[in-house]
């Protein structure tokens, strides 16, 4: 089934647009002009044709096919891949521009629901290829080397034989995902419509998030207990998601024989269940030497006896409170990519220039940020929720990296350009390392320089220690979930019982604050996703210090290692920069550059 995925960046995202000046937004007519659009009819009426003719002309024949006609099927199958992903891309981008149009909303699930019709019939693909023989497949692969340039998808694809279930199941399962996708719609349409009272305001959920890292304490607090009480509220519809979404994963996987709950993410990551362990392992023995040891500084920052949750993402009290407007941003960000190398500047440029990004905020708008890669033979497109911080120049520097990625990549094709989860963050937090370098240099005093290390940490714990601790929640929820029912109590205290541990003694816990799990995203549109980050984060690290130390033919070998898109493990894909990711001692290569920066601001009180 196609889907438009939701790869939202940050669940922690800010979020108007007054005094920044003229903030961009989408144009998606090289994807479609509308709804009515005669191109989308023509390629819905192609889409449809398409899908049966490539079932008249191969289902059940697979195994006669010579590489020649392999190589024909699939490449069949990668055009409808192609237009099938354009048509939901169009229709995804629609829907979170706006997610409380009830138009756009039926649109979206609509069309979704035509292309898993069109596209059941070829659920045989995947079937019919795992059932080839290892021997007959390899003989075939050695014959023709187009076919055998997809040998990764054919990996990956067959990575999954173990967990195959009958033909007959399979068209199933595929049929009936458009009813998972609806408890998807639930959350989404819940959290966008959410308002919240703050101190005589009526916000969405952005503005009220962003609150949270305002100079004003007390402003801080009354957003935090506005969340709480909103989510307390609604608690119950969040515990009914997440129940049924991990109910459903389970049925499935335990159809499917599959070993853990994590198994599948694995799987599509494409990376040994040993290595995100020692990731895991590595992150959480460090929390006493990052987060802990970061935050106690931060209280001392900010004169308390006990930092509270509304005081996570406080401005420091030296912090220089200015908006950054657009122009800035922009500025800042394309002259970090171009000092790296001009390609990255050119290759950036037009998402400013023609309509790819999306950054203001407006009610209804999907929270947070995401890069989508659409299709190929388009564009990426990206959004914001751009509110001058400079947190949003950071996210603006994360969002544009995956969208060079995504263009480098696009040579590869529509089955080889997609990058696992655990790939694809490395050039959205290399450009963000660009960009605070470029800012860190920059620094004009002591104070600035302190307040950009500080940021970067907060930054660096957020998306490892906070996305391993969420890890270690949803692999605590889905495995209480297969014991039965969870009541809303019993989702808080998992959450809770993870809080603590990673953030430390330096906090307190506010009454509600129990049920700040119900809004993030990736708990219910992708689980275990957020090891991707901690991943990402840990390797980019990695790669920055190699870089750092002055590595001859460096630009290179990364031009090329985002042009290999999902062609390539990450074993092959950092051996040119002496890496290894499957080391542990890879992992704490990485965490030593967030100690480091914590020595320096250690340091910095001392003298």
């Known amino acids: 089934m196609f889907q438009l995925p939701f790869p939202v960046h940050d669940a922690n995202a800010t979020g108007g647009n007054k ?59 990668e055009k409808i891949n192609q237009i099938a992903g354009r048509i939901m891309s169009f ?193 959480v023995d460090a929390y006493p030497r990052l987060s802990h040891r970061y935050y106690e500084l931060k209280r001392k920052w900010l004169g308390l006896d006990k930092m509270q949750v509304w005081d996570r993402n406080a401005p420091l009290p030296m912090e220089d409170p200015r908006i950054v407007d657009w122009a800035q941003a922009e500025k800042t960000v394309m002259e970090a990519y171009t000092a790296f190398d001009p390609r990255m500047g050119e290759l950036a440029e037009p998402f400013f220039r023609k309509g790819w990004i999306d950054a203001g905020v407006k009610p209804g708008k999907a929270p947070g940020a995401f890069a989508h890669p659409t299709v190929t033979d388009v564009h990426p497109y990206v959004m914001l929720n751009y509110l001058g911080k400079p947190r949003d120049v950071m996210t603006l520097a994360h969002e544009l990296g995956h969208g060079v990625h995504q263009v480098l990549a696009a040579g590869q094709g529509e089955m080889l350009s997609s990058t696992p989860l655990t790939l694809a963050e490395t050039a959205s937090v290399f450009g963000e390392m660009l960009t605070f370098r470029k800012m860190l240099d920059g620094a004009k005093s002591q104070a600035e320089r302190k307040v950009l290390l500080a940021g970067k940490v907060e930054d660096m714990i957020n998306t490892v220690v906070r996305q391993i601790a969420f890890y270690d929640f949803e692999c605590k929820l889905h495995a209480a979930r297969r014991g039965g029912e969870l009541t809303p109590d019993d989702i808080n205290a998992l959450w809770m019982s993870v809080q603590g541990e990673s953030l430390g003694p330096a906090f307190e816990f506010m009454d509600g604050y129990e049920t700040f799990w119900a809004y993030i995203p990736h708990f219910v549109h992708s689980p275990f996703y957020v090891y991707a980050y901690a991943f990402g984060d840990g390797l980019v690290n990695a790669l920055y210090a190699v870089y750092a130390e002055g590595e001859e033919g460096f630009e290179e070998k990364y031009f090329d290692m985002l042009k290999a898109g999902g062609s390539k493990h990450h074993k092959e894909l950092l051996a040119p920069f002496g890496l290894d990711a499957s080391d542990p001692a890879f992992w704490d290569k990485g965490l030593s550059m967030i100690e480091g920066f914590i020595d320096e601001l250690e340091a910095m009180e001392e003298a």
């Open 19 to 77: 005094n920044l000046g003229d903030l961009p937004e989408w144009d998606l007519s090289d994807l479609y002009t509308g709804e009515d659009a005669a191109e989308l009819k023509r390629d819905l009426d192609w889409l449809e044709e398409a899908c049966a003719s490539f079932a008249a002309d191969y289902e059940g024949k697979l195994a006669d096919l010579d590489a020649a006609r392999l190589l024909d099927c699939v490449l069949r199958n």
């Open 91 to 283: 229709a995804g981008l629609r829907y979170y521009q706006l997610t409380t149009n009830a138009g756009r909303a039926k649109f979206m699930s609509d069309l979704q629901e035509k292309i898993t019709n069109f596209t059941t019939p070829l659920v045989f693909f995947t079937l019919e290829l795992n059932k080839l023989p290892d021997d007959h497949l390899d003989k075939l692969l050695a014959q023709n080397a187009d076919l055998a340039r997809y040998k990764p998808v054919f990996d990956r694809i067959r990575a999954m034989k173990p967990y195959q279930l009958s033909d007959e199941l399979e068209h199933f399962l595929h049929d009936l995902g458009v009813v998972g996708d609806a408890w998807e719609r639930i959350f989404d349409e819940t959290i966008a419509g959410l308002e919240f009272e703050v101190m005589g305001d009526t916000l969405g959920i952005e503005g009220t998030l962003n609150l949270l890292t305002d100079p004003d304490r007390d402003t801080r607090e009354a957003a935090a207990r506005a969340l709480a009480e909103v989510f307390s509220d609604r608690i119950k519809t969040f515990a009914r998601v997440h129940n049924t979404q991990a109910k459903e994963k389970e049925v499935i996987d335990r159809w499917r024989g599959m070993e853990t709950a994590q198994t599948g993410r694995h799987l599509s990551n494409h990376v040994e269940p040993e290595v995100v362990e020692a990731l895991r392992n590595a992150v």
